[in-house]
């Protein structure tokens, strides 16, 4: 009937405004699937994605809510492509997916932090293949280049060479991608360090 119609999502929006963001996400999505033909139908299913976007945590922790959020604003931009919030919904998602790169490059430089160098260059790498337009690629190029680098310097000597030359290789690949870097001294520092390295094990 229309009053509980009404009752479920004043509700709903009453919990929302007391910043109960799980039980108005709960509240807002069971409004949408009790009144799907609801002319706030659509308006209840943004506003669950926006509660959970809400409980959505600081980068450095636990990423669930996160990820659960973007799967549930990309199910209502797939239910509702011609919706007035489509925009916004996608704002949302694009928020989310900066944050979840935040929690990958703390989670990798973290690696490189406890000297972890080979697990740090594979992390930056997984990055730049997970978020490969991201504004970020130059930075994550430049860690690879000093953990394979860091990598080559503590490995034992019979491992040295093949990693020394992995390093002057990415070296190679980051001046030819980004020519004019603002990190292009600090490149070049490790590339020299590499080949001097290289030098010392050859007269061994």
Same mark, same amino acid.
């Given at each position: 009937?229309?009053?509980?119609?009404?009752?479920?999502?004043?509700?709903?929006?009453?919990?929302?405004?007391?910043?109960?963001?799980?039980?108005?996400?709960?509240?807002?999505?069971?409004?949408?699937? /009790?009144?799907?033909?609801?002319?706030?139908?659509?308006?209840?299913?943004? /506003?669950?994605?926006?509660?959970?976007?809400?409980?959505?945590?600081?980068?450095?922790?636990?990423?669930?809510?996160?990820?659960?959020?973007?799967?549930?604003?990309?199910?209502?931009?797939?239910?509702?492509?011609?919706?007035?919030?489509?925009?916004?919904?996608?704002?949302?998602?694009?928020?989310?997916?900066?944050?979840?790169?935040?929690?990958? &490059?703390?989670?990798?430089?973290?690696?490189?932090?406890?000297?972890?160098?080979?697990?740090?260059?594979?992390?930056?790498? *997984?990055?730049?293949?997970?978020?490969?337009?991201?504004?970020?690629?130059?930075?994550? *190029?430049?860690?690879?280049?000093?953990?394979?680098?860091?990598?080559?310097? &503590?490995?034992?000597?019979?491992?040295?060479?093949?990693?020394?030359?992995?390093?002057?290789?990415?070296?190679?690949?980051?001046?030819?991608?980004?020519?004019?870097?603002?990190?292009?001294?600090?490149?070049?520092?490790?590339?020299?360090?590499?080949?001097?390295?290289?030098?010392? /094990?050859?007269?061994?």
């Amino acid at each position: 009937t229309k009053s509980l119609e009404g009752l479920n999502y004043f509700y709903a929006y009453s919990i929302y405004f007391d910043k109960n963001y799980l039980a108005a996400s709960y509240h807002f999505k069971n409004f949408a699937d /009790l009144f799907p033909k609801s002319a706030n139908a659509e308006e209840c299913e943004y /506003l669950n994605c926006l509660c959970l976007f809400n409980m959505s945590p600081d980068y450095t922790l636990d990423q669930t809510n996160t990820i659960k959020a973007i799967g549930e604003t990309q199910s209502f931009l797939n239910a509702n492509p011609q919706s007035k919030r489509v925009k916004e919904a996608n704002k949302l998602i694009d928020r989310a997916r900066e944050k979840l790169e935040k929690r990958d &490059n703390y989670s990798a430089y973290l690696y490189y932090k406890i000297s972890e160098y080979k697990a740090a260059a594979v992390a930056y790498e *997984q990055i730049m293949r997970k978020y490969p337009d991201s504004p970020n690629e130059e930075y994550y *190029q430049l860690m690879i280049a000093k953990a394979t680098y860091k990598y080559a310097e &503590n490995s034992i000597p019979e491992k040295q060479e093949e990693r020394f030359l992995r390093s002057i290789s990415d070296c190679a690949d980051f001046i030819t991608k980004f020519p004019k870097s603002r990190y292009r001294s600090e490149i070049e520092k490790i590339n020299a360090l590499s080949s001097q390295s290289l030098k010392k /094990l050859a007269k061994q």
